[in-house]
């Protein structure tokens, strides 16, 4: 709401802006205070460094616009004050609150907008990250519209029932408000912007040979299990990895605006179509630190964790990520969300995605393969594979080999199956594990299954129980790895439509457990 008075000679203006805490916006009182006292401009209500920074650009952008900065005592508040304020979009909400107090803009229409925006010295404005929770918490709010830069135009239009003012100065926004200017809301169709967006550059037609790896990846993408290869370099473990995010199943809405949200409030987001409408595939490199893979800092922001929800991370060269950087990836896999505590508060952000590892079989990387002579001795391969502790491989369900590709197989004119034939049975058996678990909180594919609920949806008969405890004792299955082959039997069951789990589909699930066979060693 916009707001002018006179109150003991002082001239006060508010009006609205929005920032973020995590991924979410919340409203922020943008209050003006004009008095007749010594020229200075305050910012109050805690505000972080780039927003007290914001005096010296406002100042400037309003001479460079031609308009006279008043020569008076500003005072600018920023409620609720009890959070801090991180973000330089309030600079175009600060210069517009200072006209407004100064009265070289009076408009009653200000009461019905939010604005946000950075000012640059010249007047111009410039893209903000969080475009789409502000536009969505402008709509929650009840607000008319949301005045925010061009660049962020296409993002925020994705929410509908509100006007979306593409700005790119001061200076349009002045003239919008005096009505010298009129300026169409932007719009979007968001079926067309998901049909743009949503192609992948990728495809598994591109992929040679493979066949019993891709197999399992199918099964892997149809069920939401989590994946670890293992295989010689050069095998095409990675080549594979970045393919899986195009048979996994179309984003839905939902998806989409959740996902974009993440990649948003860091600014990470191709401005052109302003939409995650793809799976995300973040492959962090094996140095990175607890904090970027889960999230935090100094100002709380999302980790790779979050920015692969809805997606596949990507952990190539497994081993040799730091020990402790790879144990704290346990909760997230298991709750579907990671929570930052610090002393002024805690964050949780979504981290719901599909885990993609890869490793070699020992340091050398030739353990096992017929064409190369390994250099590793057995404690050194045992030491190599002691990096990764038992926990974390009891929640990875697929466990399979990446052999080296055959001269015949590279050279073969046969075109293999394309992302979107192998998407489409993903898709089919997602949508019978949808059917099944409609009525179940928080199971959202065969992956999600709890210990009650995998005694509930994975009965056995009597000959697959028999050989699923037969390689329990030869293999020495934990109790974990028990569970895990049951939820994969039940993805190979559901990709061949079978309401019964049959012993073909738990003796494929128990292939895909070789780290717990330790068949190198």
Not at 29 to 45: K, M, Y
Not at 64 to 89: D, H, M, Q, Y
Not at 192 to 216: N, P, T
Request: glycine content about 8%; some cysteine.
């Amino acid at each position: 709401a916009y707001n002018k008075c006179f109150q003991g000679g002082n001239m006060i203006s508010k009006l609205y802006s929005s920032t973020l805490e995590g991924i979410n916006a919340y409203i922020v009182e943008v209050e003006t205070d004009l008095t007749r006292s010594l020229p200075a401009l305050n910012i109050v209500g805690l505000p972080e460094r780039v927003v007290k920074e914001a005096k010296d650009r406002v100042e400037s952008a309003i001479k460079n616009t031609g308009i006279k900065f008043p020569t008076k005592r500003i005072t600018v508040n920023l409620a609720p004050a009890e959070k801090k304020k991180e973000t330089s979009g309030f600079d175009l909400p600060i210069a517009v609150g200072i006209l407004a107090a100064s009265g070289d803009l009076i408009a009653s229409a200000l009461s019905k907008y939010v604005v946000v925006g950075e000012i640059s010295l010249s007047g111009n404005v410039r893209k903000i990250n969080g475009a789409l929770s502000i536009a969505s918490i402008t709509k929650d709010k009840g607000f008319k519209g949301l005045i925010l830069p061009k660049q962020n135009a296409s993002e925020a239009a994705i929410i509908n029932g509100i006007d979306i003012i593409p700005i790119g100065s001061l200076a349009e926004v002045l003239d919008y408000f005096r009505g010298d200017k009129e300026i169409e809301p932007h719009k979007i169709d968001v079926n067309e912007l998901f049909e743009i967006a949503g192609k992948y550059s990728e495809d598994f037609s591109d992929v040679k040979g493979q066949q019993l790896a891709k197999r399992a990846i199918e099964v892997a993408a149809a069920g939401g299990h989590n994946l670890i290869m293992i295989g010689p370099p050069g095998s095409g473990k990675t080549m594979l990895a970045k393919r899986i995010s195009t048979v996994l199943p179309k984003m839905t809405v939902d998806e989409a605006l959740e996902t974009t949200k993440i990649h948003s409030s860091i600014g990470n987001l191709d401005f052109t179509n302003g939409i995650v409408a793809t799976r995300p595939f973040r492959s962090p490199h094996h140095t990175i630190s607890n904090i970027g893979l889960i999230g935090g800092g100094q100002r709380i922001r999302p980790g790779e964790v979050s920015l692969a929800h809805n997606g596949v991370l990507f952990l190539d060269e497994l081993p040799e990520f730091n020990r402790n950087v790879l144990e704290v990836l346990r909760q997230p896999l298991e709750n579907g969300n990671v929570t930052i505590s610090r002393a002024t508060g805690s964050l949780t952000f979504p981290c719901r995605f599909m885990l993609v590892a890869a490793m070699n079989p020992c340091p050398c990387g030739y353990f096992g393969d017929p064409y190369h002579t390994c250099t590793c001795t057995p404690n050194v391969i045992q030491k190599y594979m002691s990096k990764i502790s038992g926990p974390l491989l009891d929640r990875i369900d697929i466990h399979i080999e990446v052999p080296s590709v055959k001269y015949r197989e590279l050279t073969s004119k046969n075109i293999s199956e394309s992302s979107d034939t192998i998407r489409k049975r993903v898709q089919g058996a997602r949508e019978i594990q949808n059917s099944r678990y409609i009525n179940e909180k928080n199971i959202y594919s065969n992956a999600h299954l709890t210990v009650r609920s995998v005694k509930k949806y994975c009965v056995l008969d009597t000959e697959s129980e028999s050989l699923l405890q037969t390689a329990i004792h030869k293999f020495g299955f934990s109790a974990r790895a028990y569970n895990r082959i049951l939820k994969v039997s039940r993805t190979i069951a559901d990709l061949e439509k079978s309401d019964i789990i049959k012993s073909k589909h738990i003796s494929e699930a128990i292939q895909y457990r070789s780290l717990d066979r330790h068949y190198w060693l």
